[in-house]
């Protein structure tokens, strides 16, 4: 009989600027995932699959998968290791534990990822941030942090398809509103429409609210087989049905699409994830996508296939992306207002999906049955894409 | 003089927290780049066997795994596609404005090189204008040769800059 893989729990501690070193923001991620399903214990876990990119640099450790099974009372007897994908560690993490668990290679996997980039000294995240791309071709230029390629993106964008910056600002808008209640979320407020636009300027044409923010956190989640689930829940299963990782270039000068704001790479590894889930954009009932700055979500629902190209200003103004609309997006806040430790996000995206498609998230979508993660990473270098749903796809 | 915090690092060079590339030949394969930006010469690697332009350069072909490549010169003017100006916040090791463009240097594989912008001030490039290769001298590169004590491998850098009408 084939083994099916299930996220079974997920939880994340608080995010924001903590006062805690990375081994406590993994321990907190750790407890709030177990305590999601209670029946289950650190004893039953024999896989820990860790994300993070930053340890290294800000917290001077490596290897860090052993230190955190240590710290959060786990003996991993099938699997213990650590993926470093960026933004996208944390999908990646599940994608790994997807394929152990369904090669019978593991049976209960943690993936969890966590970093924790605020230093002592303000200088050096924005300085060691020039390793977040491809260091001695990007980063050198002062491209590690984010704000200017966006910029670009924005700025290309709004050249080829007319795009304004009140499409960028009703991104925010949404995502903000979504967190506003959400207690473990970095940014816990409402945010207008005026406030939004009126934002001081980071790089034109963006402002503050177009751009998440730095974050330090943690989130873990677990990753079974239907059958050992159901002897921990009774709550419905909720299937990773398909997944896909594409990375055609690394130097930006070898981006792959026409212009900035053509994500080809985002295309085919939706085109892969469907197939392999065996679904259509169509389908997408609820999706969290990798809006680590407003313009990013504005190109993702339009290669992800929820709009025509070059749509998504009017797709994300229009509302669509609000409850109610066309297909929910970031409905627990997003990076943009819940934060962005980057290992973390994708676990904190896939918890996220687990609770709409069970009928227990915060801002539930109704009747959701599919949904999807979707992360980048690098200087727009790699698209991660997961694909849930209520039912198994064989 | 001392590291804050860190007073065993005084007089010690730390590569782990240097921004610049190890560009000396104990260091990297690709340093004839960096020798060639002392130059005046932007360039990058071809494979003799396929034909193939890369870039960055590499120490193999990425099309055929061919070893045998040679360093071929890219044009050193361009015209900005697209670019952005940072004035506020920028970080350390970047003046303001620091300003990133992306420059057709209207050959491939260099068609959209993403580039920092110098010796221009903020608020004056303009979408299409024309820029020039810039090559300036980073710090030297403390190379710890044992007996013979350290040497500085000298280094350059390089972005580009508004050609003067």
């Known amino acids: ?394 | 003089m001392a590291v804050l915090g860190i007073p065993i690092l005084e007089d010690l060079y730390p590569s782990t927290m240097d921004m610049w590339p190890l560009e000396a030949k104990e260091f990297n394969r690709s340093w004839q780049f960096y020798e060639n930006l002392k130059a005046g010469r932007l360039t990058t690697t071809k494979c003799k066997s396929c034909g193939h332009v890369a870039y960055p350069p590499r120490v193999i072909c990425p099309e055929c795994y061919s070893e045998d490549l040679e360093y071929t010169d890219l044009p050193t003017k361009g015209k900005v596609i697209v670019f952005s100006e940072e004035v506020k916040g920028v970080p350390l090791g970047f003046d303001s404005p620091l300003i990133h463009a992306v420059v057709d240097l209207g050959v491939d594989p260099a068609r959209r090189v993403l580039t920092r912008i110098v010796n221009c001030a903020a608020g004056t490039l303009k979408q299409g204008d024309e820029v020039q290769l810039a090559v300036f001298p980073v710090p030297a590169l403390p190379i710890d040769k044992g007996k013979q004590g350290t040497i500085m491998s000298e280094r350059v850098f390089f972005a580009f800059e508004p050609v003067k009408k």
Request: proline letters at 5%.
């Open chain 1, 1 to 394: 009989m084939a083994r099916n893989a299930v996220i079974l729990a997920g939880g994340q501690c608080k995010w924001g600027v903590r006062e805690a070193h990375i081994v406590d923001l993994f321990q907190e991620a750790a407890k709030a995932c177990l305590d999601d399903v209670p029946n289950l214990k650190p004893k039953d876990i024999d896989g820990l699959i860790v994300a993070t990119s930053y340890a290294g640099r800000c917290s001077f450790q490596v290897n860090t998968a052993p230190v955190i099974a240590e710290r959060c009372g786990l003996k991993p007897t099938s699997i213990c290791t650590r993926c470093d994908t960026l933004c996208a560690g944390g999908s990646t993490a599940i994608i790994l534990a997807k394929g152990l668990v369904e090669a019978g290679a593991a049976d209960i996997v943690m993936a969890a990822g966590g970093e924790k980039l605020y230093t002592p000294q303000k200088w050096e995240v924005f300085y060691s941030e020039l390793a977040s791309v491809d260091h001695d071709w990007d980063g050198v230029h002062g491209m590690g942090l984010p704000p200017p390629f966006f910029a670009l993106t924005a700025q290309e964008h709004m050249m080829h398809y007319g795009t304004k910056k009140e499409d960028l600002a009703a991104v925010s808008v949404a995502n903000y509103n979504y967190a506003a209640t959400n207690p473990v979320a970095q940014m816990q407020k409402a945010l207008t429409l005026e406030e939004a636009m009126g934002a001081p300027i980071v790089v034109p044409p963006l402002t503050l609210y177009d751009c998440c923010p730095i974050t330090d956190g943690a989130a873990a989640c677990i990753i079974t087989t239907e059958e050992i689930a159901r002897k921990f829940t009774d709550r419905p299963l909720v299937y990773i049905r398909g997944t896909a990782q594409t990375c055609l270039n690394s130097v930006s000068a070898n981006f792959p699409g026409a212009h900035l704001a053509d994500w080809k790479h985002t295309r085919i590894a939706a085109e892969k994830a469907y197939g392999r889930a065996k679904v259509s954009a169509s389908d997408i009932k609820v999706a969290q996508t990798h809006d680590c700055f407003s313009i990013s979500e504005v190109i993702e629902v339009e290669e992800l296939g929820f709009c025509k190209k070059g749509e998504g200003g009017e797709f994300c103004r229009s509302k669509q992306i609000e409850i109610g609309g066309k297909v929910p997006v970031n409905t627990d806040g997003g990076l943009l207002a819940v934060g962005h430790p980057f290992g973390a996000t994708g676990i904190r995206q896939g918890t996220e999906i687990m609770k709409q498609l069970q009928g227990r998230a915060r801002h539930q979508v109704k009747d959701a049955d599919i949904g999807l993660t979707h992360n980048l990473s690098g200087a727009n270098a790699e698209h991660t894409i997961l694909v849930y749903g209520r039912t198994p796809v064989k």
